[in-house]
């Protein structure tokens, strides 16, 4: 969201800003600055880890800093003889005319990189950590013009910053709310900055899709029901995308009886988004196909209350989905992605489905309706059934799909599941990039049975026993699966955030939005796609 928010000030600017409607204001976090407004100036620098007590290891640009203020930010850190460890900051004030605060933060070793063990940049998380810290320290020091050092990798620092300065406050009252701030990347002593700027507008954009699937996920269930949700991707999309907006009728004309099973229950009409971006002309798109339950009460086979709220997220996949095409089309890659969104609530009523319903998909395959709860993996049936008609190179979706995967993985990576070494192998590769990793799966036959065992259908929705539930759900959703790249990243360990990750705030997280943006500009590079 952030991302934009320079270029928004100067939209404001010419806009009267009273005509800008509350709804809009709610729907999309947008923020403006009053124009009387006093800017507070800060500066971000970073810093190697050091051992030595009488010298600072600087980035190339925060030397340039000490140099032109004649040393003495690397004074003023020598006065106190313990070096900075990473993830610790600094702050100095009164160092330079131009900064109200400079802000030193310690990025960790020089040349840390790729870590195999943990199958992540180092270098690039720690940049993405620091930077983040920084400037939320910086926010509540009141200052809200922050320039930060792009650290040696741009589009990271870029990452942290936006990612970090990210909340959903939409429905507080003002007082309440962060303030806005505006971020650039701190430029003048390079030697390419047109390059820079670029590198940090990619990372901007990578994090604004971010925030989108973020604060989707964030929205209460009752202002976010499948209509709102269609009605804002098309806000957000629409400009560079082609959005369908498909109903109940439309459903039931392709014969999607396993979607319309979990709608049922509700009064909330489903709905079944169909979005296009063509970045490039091709005959096989990437299919991108997203869970979006827009609240999973368990239906009949009802879930306890305690933390139930936390179901208005179950359309993380859906948010992602969407948050990954933001990003894509304002990168303009140059590529042909088309994506299928179910939306509905999944709620105990009258005319809900009850455990023993046997109900027909798409593809003609019964399936008996043992747990209402296993929503998830019946609507994704029809959604995956219905991608295949268009010949894509590859199918991945995203679904908070089960508990289970929470049980294997927490938040340490997201589950997948997929039938292709090359793919696992990309996806793997872009998430080493993102930070935002990913850790395989298995797609045994061993599950398969689980689910093909049943009394009075071809399949059951839940595998008998609780064991294996991530593999058994995965298991379910490759019997709608022709496609032979076919991915399925369980997100439900992932979707909230409790700390875990430095440069998230606490809440929902909107991963692995980043890491399927990656792994779509990686995509963008095969010519087929
Ligand atoms: N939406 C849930 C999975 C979930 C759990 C997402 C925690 C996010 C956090 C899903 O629809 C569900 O309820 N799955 C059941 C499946 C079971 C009934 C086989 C589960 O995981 O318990
Ligand atoms: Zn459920
Ligand atoms: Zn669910």
Redesign the pocket.
Known sequence: MAASIVKRVSRVKKLNISHISARYKLLTGFRHFSTSKQWNKALVLGVYENESTDSIDFTGTARKFDEKADGKISQLLLTVKKPLKCGKTRTLHAVDPEFSSVLVTCIGKRGEGYDELETVDKGRESIRAAVAKAVLQLRELGENEIEVDSCGDTEASAEGCHLALFSYDDLKAEKSRKPAVRISCATRYSQDKNCMEEEWRKGAILAEGQNLSRRLMEMPANLLTPTKFAEIVKEQLADKCEVLVRDKDWAESMKMGSFLSVARGSVEPPVFLEIEYKGRQSDSPLALVGKG?TF?T?GI?I?PSQGMD??R??M?GAACVAGSLLSVSKLQLPVHVKAFIPLCE?MPSGSATKPGDVVTAMNGKTIQVD?T????RLILADALCYSEQFNPSLILDMA?????I?VALGAGAAGVFTNSDDMWNKLQKASVRSGDRVWRMPLFNHYTKKITECQLADLNN??GS?SG?ACT?AAFLKEFVNNKNWLHLDI?GV?SNSGDVAYLGKGMSGRPTRTVIEFINLMSKETKN
């Open positions: 339950v999973d368990g086979s879930k936390a179901m997220g179950d993380g999944n747990n709860d296993a929503e998830g908070t799909l089960t508990g289970a929470d839940i595998g609780r539930g759900a439900a979707m």
